[in-house]
């Protein structure tokens, strides 16, 4: 199993996105943790719990919505939440433990990897 931090992978694939043309960003949604409730607490109006770590726009209008898990890292209710929302309205969510498996779904996708 790859022991890379969630942090690592999303720089990796940040610079493959960027890398072949992709003008993909990192959505910044931090809460802060109730350990009571074991839920998120909103520190400002923009944060919605359960949005994937980074949003690629690509060719043909489409966006593939990608959450960023490390080895051992689980999606959490809100954000299989979420997911579900993004699908239901014809998007792609992948959930990418490596940067392969995105290079992966550009190709299946159709994007052309220069």
Do not use: C
């Amino acid at each position: 199993m790859d022991n890379s931090t969630e942090r690592e992978i999303q720089d990796g694939i940040m610079a493959l996105l960027w890398g072949v043309g992709i003008p993909a960003f990192h959505i910044p949604n931090r809460g802060l943790m109730d350990k009571a409730t074991g839920k998120y607490n909103r520190v400002d109006e923009s944060f919605v719990p359960g949005v994937p770590d980074i949003a690629a726009p690509l060719p043909g209008g489409r966006t593939l919505w990608i959450e960023v898990k490390s080895g051992k890292g689980m999606v959490s209710d809100a954000q299989a939440a979420y997911h579900a929302k993004l699908r239901s309205r014809g998007h792609r969510v992948l959930i990418a433990r490596t940067v392969r498996v995105v290079q992966d779904e550009l190709e299946d996708l159709g994007v052309i990897l220069r």
